[in-house]
């Protein structure tokens, strides 16, 4: 070892120790999230409490106390809504992480990387298209497949089944999420140990995994996929489909009683804090280790075992997936161009449609970059052992993760600043993925435990370590956690498109293919039209390229960053 490695390598204690520098570099995110989401949401905590009239703001109406509270309860049906969604998201827990489970003990059993990420990559591959795109397309295969599907068009009308059929069709969108964590674990482990066994380096692994996602997804307990569900949903299974997600969204922008919305939203907020508090200190106390891999030794003759078994077992699951999900697609559209079932249309206005690409392109690319800096400096102090207020800068984070975006408090922020019918919303909310500042600090501060990879000169938390030492070994993780952002907002359309855009010409992609497949003058059980099967596969091919760079370049723990929508 060099002198200046000798140097680097001194103890805290030694030399300079810890500085709360740190907090310093964390000021300017912190600003945007005081000013865009910190203060909106303090300001409108009084909502609630108010009988809120926009004619003259929060500061003029009147004082009710707890009147919306009583009011929100007394009303018919709340209560089946909060039932509603706490059964739906327990059921999709459950659905997932037993399938996800018993995915990976066989896909788990493959040594060979290739056939692993192959395989990953095919249940992956419904998360990276937009749901729109997946409900349009699985909505047109139920009303079509007849008995090639297990579920037809009219499971979906029935209360009883569609508790069963819903939370199967959100597992097969984001199955692929665990199944890749609970692999990621067990590889780490193997790679650590390989005298290890099966219990221990393939069954706890991606347990330990599997009950990581279950944590994060309770801590979101009153949060559904607002997309997803809304597709699905109808008349027919109102009474078990309304959940909190919908029900502020009606209540708040369909009948303006923003009060009772607001009442909603600080209820779900309470309650979703301190299950995330109490899950935040679970998971820092018995799952990091386990799930972020420490810094691996790389040796030139280790080799990995080819498993046909297990590549053939492999192999199965996916035709079975695929006959399950893609086969009912393709026999549909098969069917419906040998029977000349394909409906010729001229809905789309192709100039638009380009012109929409060309504005979100970049505009995400925007949003993403600022994340990206937001992310980094915001996960500086947590990654700085032994700082000073550390555990409250992490409630606090976790706090804020809670306020999350679509509020009511945010929409009458946005609208306030005359920001309505404008890109801006969209843009701005994308700043902020607080999940993935305490993914990439958990990354960091597992593969870098030595005070040498760590410091400069036995000091952390100062500017120094900082550029000299996080932020090289940050940037790749950072980039994997950009793409999945990058995804992620290119695919979603709520709420900063539902909430904040009407013209069809401020439009994404994404929401010009929502508004023409719910049209009055379309039927989006069996319409099937080659306009709409093309801006079908343009709008999905961002997400497809992003799924394919991160396969190939990304760690698996980014991927716990798509876990939790709040």
């Not at 008995?147 to 819903?166: C, G, H, K, Q, W």
Request: proline share 4%; charged share 15%.
């Amino acid at each position: 070892m060099s002198t200046q490695d000798k140097d680097l390598a001194m103890s805290t204690h030694g030399r300079g120790g810890v500085r709360a520098s740190a907090y310093l570099l964390a000021l300017p995110p912190f600003l945007f999230l005081l000013i865009f989401t910190i203060i909106p949401f303090i300001t409108f905590l009084l909502l609630p409490f108010k009988e809120y009239d926009p004619e003259v703001g929060i500061r003029g109406t009147s004082w009710v106390g707890m009147e919306n509270f009583r009011h929100l309860f007394g009303m018919d049906g709340f209560s089946r809504v909060l039932g509603n969604t706490i059964i739906l998201k327990i059921e999709y827990i459950l659905f997932c992480c037993i399938a996800a489970f018993l995915l990976t003990l066989i896909l788990g059993c493959i040594r060979t990387r290739f056939w692993q990420r192959f395989f990953s990559t095919i249940f992956l591959f419904p998360y990276f298209i937009p749901t729109v795109v997946f409900s349009y397309l699985t909505l047109f295969a139920m009303g079509k497949a007849g008995i090639f599907f297990i579920f037809s068009s009219e499971s979906l009308a029935d209360p009883r089944v569609f508790r069963i059929v819903y939370p199967t069709l959100e597992v097969i969108k984001n199955i692929g999420i665990p199944v890749i964590m609970a692999l990621g674990a067990i590889n780490a482990k193997r790679e650590s140990d390989e005298s290890s066994g099966f219990l221990r380096a393939q069954l706890i692994p991606a347990l330990k995994a599997i009950g990581l996602f279950a944590l994060i997804q309770l801590s979101a307990l009153l949060t559904m996929d607002y997309e997803l569900l809304t597709s699905f949903r109808n008349l027919m299974v109102y009474q078990v489909a309304d959940t909190i997600d919908t029900f502020t969204y009606r209540t708040n922008l369909m009948y303006d009683r923003y009060s009772i919305a607001g009442a909603a939203h600080l209820l779900r907020y309470i309650l979703q804090t301190v299950l995330s508090i109490l899950v935040y200190f679970i998971i820092k106390k018995y799952f990091v280790e386990d799930n972020f891999a420490p810094k691996a030794i790389k040796t030139r003759d280790k080799k990995r075992r080819f498993a046909p078994v297990a590549v053939v077992a492999g192999l199965f699951i996916v035709e079975i997936y695929l006959l399950l999900t893609t086969a009912p697609l393709a026999i549909s559209v098969f069917e419906a161009f040998k029977h000349n079932d394909i409906v010729t249309d001229h809905v789309l206005n192709w100039s638009s449609v380009y012109s929409s690409f060309i504005t979100y392109l970049p505009a995400v690319a925007f949003a993403v970059l600022v994340n990206a800096i937001f992310t980094i400096l915001l996960a500086y102090p947590l990654t700085v052992k032994n700082l000073p207020g550390r555990s409250v800068y992490a409630i606090f984070l976790v706090m804020v993760l809670n306020i999350g975006a679509g509020g009511v408090h945010e929409y009458l922020f946005f609208k306030r600043l005359n920001m309505m019918e404008t890109i801006w919303p969209y843009i701005i909310t994308g700043f902020f993925t607080l999940v993935n500042v305490f993914v990439l600090k958990s990354i960091y501060n597992a593969k870098y435990k030595a005070i040498e990879e760590r410091t400069v000169k036995g000091v952390e938390g100062d500017i120094g370590s900082f550029f000299k030492r996080y932020l090289p070994r940050v940037l790749k993780p950072v980039l994997g956690l950009s793409a999945l952002q990058y995804a992620f907002m290119w695919n979603s359309y709520y709420p900063a498109q539902a909430m904040y855009t009407v013209d069809h010409v401020n439009s994404s992609p994404v929401m010009m293919f929502l508004s023409i497949m719910t049209s009055p003058e379309r039927d989006i059980y069996g319409a099937l039209t080659p306009e709409m099967l093309k801006l079908a596969t343009m709008v999905s091919i961002p997400g497809i390229i992003i799924l394919l760079l991160v396969m190939i370049f990304g760690y698996h723990e980014i991927f716990i960053g798509q876990i939790r929508k709040s």
